[in-house]
């Protein structure tokens, strides 16, 4: 390890958060994943991983709730040439069904939502082969996005490890489209994908407030293993006069032992994220979000990993000249990893 300060400013060959450590000193390893093959809408949130590293840097380190956690270790891997490189070719070939373009041949559409799922199963066995290494190291993992079709592969290594844990998937999407234009791999697609081909018991979703009446029958025909806390009812009880806290607790009792976190910041009022894919008004108030996940580890569970994804810097990644979305998100990646070091 260098030397190290934490009361002094960030060091410009400093890690995430201005940290010094290497992965394999850290006990916490963020794995970047660049990629927004299927982004349908507001696009850049390839850029979110180093748009992210570039903010976190301004982070002051010491946490009211955590203190020097941080000296446990936390480092982020390479941003990968490679993935970057998949992203871009499978987001050309998703434009051709996004634009929608009807003069194009059948042929032409069919091979290039195939080209689109090749590249997205390519790039799930890259996140499923790097969680299982870190976790194999015994590492605590987190997963930066990239789009919410991110975390699929990594998920997939997490229940290897953690089979009876639960996902709290925090969204203003339900995500559990059966595949979204053709593309089985894609960010609305997300939970779809764990429900129908992992052995996940139990997924707890919050902020939820934009879904189609086939998310909708999907939750109701899985009772067992869905609970959903839709934005409005939240909102409602607020209004009525009931706590957060106690609408948290309510939340955090459907949720086992050990929580996996999947994270799209925009659950979260879209004034913390103008620039995600997909705003949706209304959610969570940044606080808010801390305090459930607060409350998950005082009430004696355990944050087991998590991953945090579509902040977006905007088109222009890093270069946008608007800091905002990566400054929030930083500061929430900072608390995910307090509560998972914790
Ligand atoms: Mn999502």
Known sequence: MKQFDPNAAATLD?????????SEEAALVLLPVPWEATTSYGGGTSHGPAAILHA?????????????????????????DE???????????????????ESLPDSVLQQAI???????????????????????????????????????????????????????????????????????YSHASIMHN?????SLKKLVQVGIRDFCEEEFNFIRNNA?????????????????????????????????????????????????C??????????LDFHEALFLLKKIVTSGRKIIGFDLNEVSPGEQGVDSGDEWDANVGARLLYKLCGWTLK
């Open 224 to 272: 067992a293993r869905i609970k959903t806390f839709f934005d409005a009812a939240l909102s409602e009880q607020k209004m009525q006069g009931k706590s957060w806290g106690l609408l948290c607790d309510e939340i955090i009792a459907e949720l086992p032992h050990e929580v996996y976190v999947s994270f799209d910041i925009d659950g979260l009022d879209p004034r913390f």
């Open 14 to 22: 400093s890690g995430i958060f201005g940290l010094p450590f290497s």
């Open 56 to 80: 976190s840097k301004q982070i002051d380190l010491f946490d009211i709730d955590n203190g020097n956690f941080f000296m446990a270790g936390i480092a982020m891997e390479e941003i990968s």
């Open 83 to 101: 993935i970057q490189h998949w992203n871009r070719q499978a987001r050309q070939a998703a434009k051709i069904i996004i634009d929608g373009d």
């Open 274 to 283: 103008p620039h995600t894919g997909t705003p949706v008004p209304g959610g």
């Open 194 to 198: 764990v429900m129908t081909k992992t």
């Open 114 to 184: 195939n080209k689109v799922n090749v590249l997205s199963e390519k790039l799930n066995a890259f996140a499923y082969t790097e969680t299982t290494r870190l976790l194999a190291q015994g590492k605590y993992v987190g997963i930066v996005g990239g789009d919410h079709s991110v975390p699929f592969g990594a998920i997939q290594a997490f229940l290897e490890k953690y089979p009876d844990m639960g996902i709290l998937h925090i969204d203003a999407h339900a995500d559990l489209r059966d595949s979204f234009e053709g593309f089985h």
